[in-house]
């Protein structure tokens, strides 16, 4: 096997779960990296050997891990971390590098957090279910992206149930209800004029309360993720697409163009005319 497989992910068109990069090494003895941060969510998973994982924590201050075989880590984003292989049994890891609108509130029902990135499965057929399916988006990157993207789903699903507290999972069952059920209200309502109040009422909840567990489980308040959400969906039409920039705004759900784009601009820093611009693929 080579010391270094590495692959980075060619397709952007992904909101709810994207893979940016993925790759397998074994390292040297002492072999280091960082101080660094990183813009998405990274997991390693330790394969073989050990090494030390030192990690920014809630309060920025720094923390030291011991990680051997058959544990991992998760780094988060914008978290500084450096990690570094021991130098007499130096660790062979695999990794994948994501992100979405769905990944916090996953990596939250799994227990992982600033305070706990450490990976300890409690179920050894997930663990190893889980390994496999890094090892196939590793060894098949040049797959179509459906296809890597689907393994993907897969790996985080295997992730999460073979990392999650049992504590953890029965007392966020209810909180996770709820907030799949606006998920699943913004997936197919978000095109027309839906507000808090109507995502709140859908789960039968009051707007304050919903929007504190929604906040605390996806990491953007219920308009951040919603706007998120349109521009996101505006995006892909504007590269995938010819319609017109109001017809694109009507199909995310404004009605007036140059309230769309000032929303768009506001996000991606740009017009989407502009924007269109610079990554139509038609």
């Not at 689907?150 to 790996?155: A, E, N, Q, V």
């Not at 039968?204 to 996101?232: C, H, V, W």
Request: proline share 4%; with cysteine; hydrophobic share 40%.
């Amino acid at each position: 096997m080579k010391d270094l497989i590495f692959s980075v992910f060619p397709n952007e068109n992904f909101v709810d779960l994207g893979l940016f990069q993925f790759g397998m090494e074994r390292c040297a003895p002492s072999h280091s990296f960082g101080p660094a941060s990183r813009n998405h969510f990274l997991f390693h998973y330790v394969l073989s050997g050990m090494g030390t994982l030192m990690a920014d924590n809630a309060k920025g201050q720094t923390v030291t891990y011991n990680v051997r075989s058959m544990q991992g880590f998760m780094i988060f984003p914008g978290q500084v971390t450096m990690y570094i292989a021991d130098h007499q049994t130096p660790w062979e890891y695999l990794w994948i590098e994501f992100d979405g609108l769905r990944a916090k509130g996953m990596l939250e029902t799994a227990g992982f957090s600033l305070d706990s990135p450490i990976y300890h499965a409690r179920k050894k057929e997930l663990r190893e279910e889980m390994k496999s399916e890094m090892l196939h988006i590793i060894e098949h990157g040049d797959a179509p992206p459906f296809h890597l993207i689907g393994h993907l789903y897969l790996f985080l699903d295997y992730l999460v149930r073979s990392a999650a507290a049992l504590r953890v999972m029965s007392n966020s069952t209810l909180r996770d209800f709820y907030i799949h059920e606006a998920l699943e209200y913004i997936e197919h309502n978000f095109q027309n004029n839906i507000s808090v109040e109507d995502i709140a009422s859908v789960c039968g909840l009051n707007r304050t309360y919903f929007g504190k567990i929604f906040k605390d489980s996806i990491g953007k308040t219920p308009q951040e993720f919603l706007l998120n959400f349109r521009m996101a969906k505006a995006a892909e039409l504007l590269k995938l697409t010819s319609l017109s920039i109001g017809d694109i705004g009507n199909a995310v759900g404004y009605q007036n163009a140059l309230h769309f784009s000032r929303a768009f601009k506001n996000i991606y820093g740009i017009p989407p005319r502009e924007w269109r611009n610079r990554n139509c693929l038609h």
